[in-house]
């Protein structure tokens, strides 16, 4: 590799909130021991497998080291009352990764008041977020999908792994197999960001351009990753990227604002093989996208790795982190932030509208076009 890893992990945390996310982070870790990791949870049991000081526990004198049992507002409440110690173990942190598992307690419940903590931090913040398989319920899909609304009032952008379409890939057909298949993904998802932050490589792609990408992303990130090696390694990556189910079958490059692409080779990595991926995935994607590449040499690598990273525009109005997902600890939470929608003008309160096809102009850009503001 061209880094030496310990110049760069001051900057990056991997942390795993809840228990697929610790779950997760915790084998990655296993696999690359050098990487930053902090494992977030109520539940003591996910303490396993990494040191003290990489694990933070929350919830303590409501949980008694369990976990929270599928509540909700007990997962938010317990990550909100560590708040100030957390936010001091991101100060110095660049750019956080987040990885969590939408739908239960722990993470459900946390993940947007750790955005926020991060956030005040003023780290950049990136959430790898599982949904769950659609056989759990539509009321767990529910919650997760409010939960993505709520991180994404101060999440720098979201990555989604839709657990019911990975199933696909399940080499046989069991709930273990399915489960498995998710796990694999989420792994290989946070090392791919990990490795992308982490070194420049050839082609000056690093955390920087992370950075650029984030700032003109705006809501909903996709990752995907594919492995080959042998003749025509090349052509058969970008073949299976392109039909793979986190790009929707390529469908999501066609649409893409911008994309992120990593190639990863050891030493016989060719020039050639460079062309030919970013042309084939160059020919998926508009016009107008923002493109950047990097290429890196890592001894360890047996075969090509390419990772694309994909950036969408989010089309609906940000929702307030603060308000609790469940209004209560069985109902469904409604309440959202309105900024600048009260009916009231105050001393303009008599003066008619100022309406222009359709769009009442005395209401400002930004609301009247869910623009998200710049921090």
Known sequence: MENNPSQKMPS???????????????????????????????????????????????????????????????????????ASRLRARFDSVDLL?????????????????????????????????????AFEGKQRMQVAEEAIRRIRSNADAIIQLPNERLKREATEDSPQAAFSVSHRYMMDAA????????????????????????????GFCHIASVEFSGIDQAEQASRVLLKHPLMNRGLLLEGAAGVIISIRGNHALRMQEVEIIMEQLGNKLPEEAHIN???????????????????????????????????????????????????????????????????????????????????
């Open 191 to 218: 090392e791919s960001l990990w490795f992308m932050c982490s070194f420049k490589g050839h082609c000056g792609l690093d955390f920087a351009s992370i950075k650029t990408l984030l700032r003109a992303c705006d």
């Open 97 to 133: 990764l987040i990885v969590t598992g939408l739908g239960g307690g722990t993470g459900t419940g946390a993940s947007p008041v750790l955005v926020r903590i991060a956030r005040e931090a003023k780290a950049q913040t990136l959430v790898l977020a599982s949904l769950p398989f």
């Open 293 to 375: 590449f990097g290429v890196s040499v890592d001894e360890k690598q047996i075969g090509l790795k390419v990772v694309a990273l994909v950036t969408e525009t989010w089309k609906e109005p940000l929702v307030d982190s603060e308000t609790s997902i469940f209004t209560n600890r069985s109902g469904f939470g409604q309440r959202e932030l309105a900024l600048g929608t009260s009916s009231s003008k105050g001393i303009f309160s008599s003066m008619e509208a100022t309406v222009k096809n359709s769009e009442d102009l005395d209401v400002p850009t930004y609301l009247r076009k869910n623009i998200k503001l710049p921090r």
């Open 12 to 82: 990056f945390l991997l942390v795993g909130l809840g228990g697929s996310g610790c779950d997760a982070v915790r084998k990655v870790y296993q696999q690359q021991p050098f990487i930053p990791v902090l494992l977030i949870d109520t539940d003591e049991r996910s303490y396993v497998g990494v040191t003290e000081d990489q694990f933070f526990s929350v919830g303590n004198n409501v949980t008694n080291g369990l976990s929270s049992g599928g509540d909700i507002e007990l997962g938010r409440q317990s990550v909100e009352k560590e």
